[in-house]
């Protein structure tokens, strides 16, 4: 008996994959959970298991082709009443392959959203509606018939605040053959990970009202500890001890004293959410080739020692494209480490839903007038580097984000670190 | 050749020297204006065409030199004798056969079709006799107030074959209108001669059928005319009734430039020529004695260079502006809107506030009167003029024979004589006998000469009574299509009674719907206020509120669309409903304004669907509402074919809230 095997729908809001690659050929035999392809989604790459056990009798699509979730792969000849599929996965599949054509009461379709699709037709004032409003219709979900987004399914989007909500971030992009930096004259299309960026950061700042306020921090204090455990350091845990482990745990008590940065702001919604944890956002640049917010979930439950492992491990698990979805959702504020690319003062666009991100500035040595406890004055030679916040004016004004600024910078020159570290 | 005299004898004979001169001025000046016409078409120097009447001068400045200054005249596009005659210039003339833009129709119709109210002249038109049954409604106006004016409706012999001719003189004569119905019998129409046009021997024959006097004169005799046309005048300025005057006369020319008339036989066209009507008038002053030959042709001289010296001066007058098209379509309120100071109320069925209204507007302004079929004693077949003909006598409620186009040109007669006519149409579906007077006179007049025509045309509509498919249409499409008309369509009674004083107050011709099937319609009966006042024609209105859906729609469905409404709230489908209420002018705004809010338009109408309302109001939408759009618009109307007698079949046609429903709900 011949069986479909279709594209999956890796996570609520994707759409379509793509075919990375053939794991089987025509021919092959299978088994039931064997993987049989890889596949790029909006959200994960991953191999695909099989459903079924049997020959592979055709492949329905080609490597490098991007299909719509639900869209028929492979067709296997064999066992249909394979008895190990999981429930969970025997009722994804019943979702994906339910053809939405013999669905003819129409009352069953609004009720369970029908998979999405790019292609369905879209009324003029659902097209203006989203352009006015900038809302991915990818996004929406259609309750007209055949899964036709409505007027009232858009419109109660926009109501929802649902166009603010954070989309995951993807995997990096695994198409190396996609120059990074093209020729000036050369065009290609977008990838993937590129248009999920460019979507997200244009999104929130039509979200939020992004205002950037920044502090110089006298970090001699961070760096005379770090001087000093350096070395061990590394050879205990094999990775350096940098600036990042301070400046996080500073803002996670920070964020402590001034919760109303650790929210989530919903105008649409009338909605100001306070968050119980502080999961906290690490971006992580891929090595030139994309950007992403690794999170630390209930990062105020950490050490410095063990914040600066999870920072460390969460960026290679990010570099290596080795991570799941929680690794890369659920922040609730975000740190982006420019220090790292020696900057002097930057203004990063926020993570939405979050309301702030610190952007963490290179530490240099500099001159600084340093005032002794006798009213005289000398120069120093200090480690000093700014502290910037972009923080979204909506949710609080600039008291609180210079008070809370100030706060990450107190702790950094007066805490004693030492504890953390022996 | 030997030239046929005439001497005169009756009321020709008190003429003095100088008005006898004026005659011959005005013959003398259609024929070398003609002459000059002629010649400049055929050199191609003059778009469109000439209607030579050369020939027939006698029987055009007779007519003119018979009537009093004030008499009105209703002819065609070979009477510029009788327009030259009535005081119209030459300058004038001359503007309109180059369209120019203040020739008196503004360069919207050419060569001799064209009219100067003012001066005595009805409009031309193509179809003829179309001006007749307007001198009709002039006749009668000036029965109604007494003003001593006479019509003279003139046509050829040909024009008095067709229904309109036949309904005019039977409606004047029933009536006894002073009116006189002169047919200028040139021998052929176009190039048919008598005996294919008419069965009697004489046009005037036909005068017994009517039961008015007649008389067949030589229309190339000035004088014989002039009497025969004063006499009539008289008679029927003295209450005497309308009279026939055949004028027997000869086309020199074809048809029109283009003709060159070789169906005329040598043999009549010498017989003719020795009765030439100048040549006879000439003849005549000379052997009086009152004028010489250098009179004659120091004239002519005259004549020609002030022609030419016209001609070349209208040619380079302004041409109308292109980019101004519609303009004039419609005649501008300049009255103020009736508001209604009173509170008194009452409660009245859809009839009851249409009766209440016509009787308000009667007691308010004479000017109002009725025309219609049964509506006097009788007081309609629906009794919409219940109590009227008891209060305002035979000359304000006037039942009029079968002759839909008759008294629908005559109301266009009465309003431009300063009436305000309502004409009831039994049933609505008889309108197509009244259409060539509505959308070739009433619909054109203002546009094309510049004068308001104020009148309503009332009457049934719909179907839904057993009454089948000569008694239930729904004309509201087959009427808006023509531009110069206004079209409007009552729900319910306040509505009723406030558009139709707002009609009977409207400068333009308006077709007013009633629906029968609302007429004594209980679960609309409603408190109608006492005293005039006036719903604004050209504004709909919302008259159900929501938010998913608008349907648009008026008259009989607004009820249909009211329960499908309520039936959808049911199931939390929430219908906003338009009832637009005038179809011309369209309450656009309202319509787009709704469709913005819902995002979905149904419209439902109960007239066919194929080229109507409901595609214009579709189209209408598609192009300046397309972006409020959530759904293909959706029409619900009858199937498109005639309304069916059998109670299963017309209420199969009938659009039904359950269609309506239906069709919603596979919207969504």
Known sequence: MSQIVTMPQLGETVTEGTILRWLVQVGDEVKEDDPILEISTDKVDTEVPSPFTGQVTSLLVEEGETVEVGASLLELDGDSSSSSVSDEASKELETVS?????????EKV??????????????????????????????????????????????SFITSGSKTVQKPKEVQERQKDKAVQPAKTASGEISRLRRRIAENMVMSKQTSAHVMTSVEVDYENVEILRSKHKKSFKEENGFSLTYLPFISLATIYALREYPV?????????????????????????????????????????????????KISDTSAKLREGSYDLDDVSGSTFTISNNGSFNSFLTSPIINQPNVAILSTESVKKRPVVIEAQDGTDSIAIRHTGMLSLTWDHRAFDGSVALLFLNSIREKLENSDWSQELN | MQIEKITRQGYSATLSKEVLWDIYKSMKTQRLLEDRLLKMYKGGQLSGAVYPGIGQEACMAGIAAGMDSKDIFGGTHRDLGVQIKKGVTLKEIALNFFGKNDGPSKGRDGNSHFGVVDKGTLMVVSPLPDSAPVAVGWALASQQSGSGVVAVANCGEGATATGTWHESVNMAAVLNLPIVFTVQNNQFAYSSPNDTEFGTPNVADRAAGYGIPAKIIDGNDIYEVIDAIHDSCEQARNGNGPSLIELVTFRHYGHAGHDPAEYVNDEVRDFWMKRDPIARFENALLEEGLFTTEHFVNLTDELEAEIKETLDWAKNQDDPDPNNEEADIFALRTTPKIENSEDNKKTMNYIEAITNGLDELMENDENVFMMGEDIGVFEGAFKATKGLFDKYGPFRVIDTSISEGGFTGAAVGAALAGKKPIVELQFYDFVYPALDQITTEAAKYHWKAGKAVPMVVRGPTGAGTRSGPFHSISPESLLAHHPGIKVVAPSNPYDAKGLLVAAVNDPNPVMYLEHKKLYRKPDIKMDVPLGLYEVEIGKGKVVREGSDITIV????????????????EKEGISVEIVDIRTIVPLDEEIILKSVEKTSNLCILQEDVPFSSVASEISSMVAEKGFWSLDNPIVKVTPPNTHIPFAPVLEDAFIPSAEKVIKAIKELQ
């Not at chain 1, 690794?294 to 105020?300: F, K, N, P, S, V």
């Not at chain 2, 009989?556 to 409404?565: I, L, N, R, T």
């Open chain 1, 98 to 106: 339910e053809p939405v054509e013999e669905v003819v009461e129409v």
């Open chain 1, 110 to 155: 609004k009720s369970s959203p029908v998979p999405k699709s790019t292609n369905i037709k879209l009324s003029p004032v659902v097209r203006k509606l989203a352009s006015e409003n900038n809302v991915d219709l990818e996004q929406v979900t259609g309750t007209g018939s055949g899964g036709r987004i409505t007027r009232k399914d858009i419109e």
């Open chain 1, 261 to 309: 940065v650790n929210s989530s702001f919903d105008l649409d919604k009338d909605i100001h959410s306070f968050h119980s944890n502080i999961n906290l956002g690490i971006a992580v640049d891929l090595n030139q080739d994309g950007l992403l917010v690794g999170t630390l979930r209930e990062a105020d439950s950490f050490s410095l020692k063990g914040l600066a492992r």
């Open chain 2, 553 to 568: 729609t008026w008259s009989g469905m607004v009820s249909v669309a009211e329960q499908s409404a309520q039936e959808l």
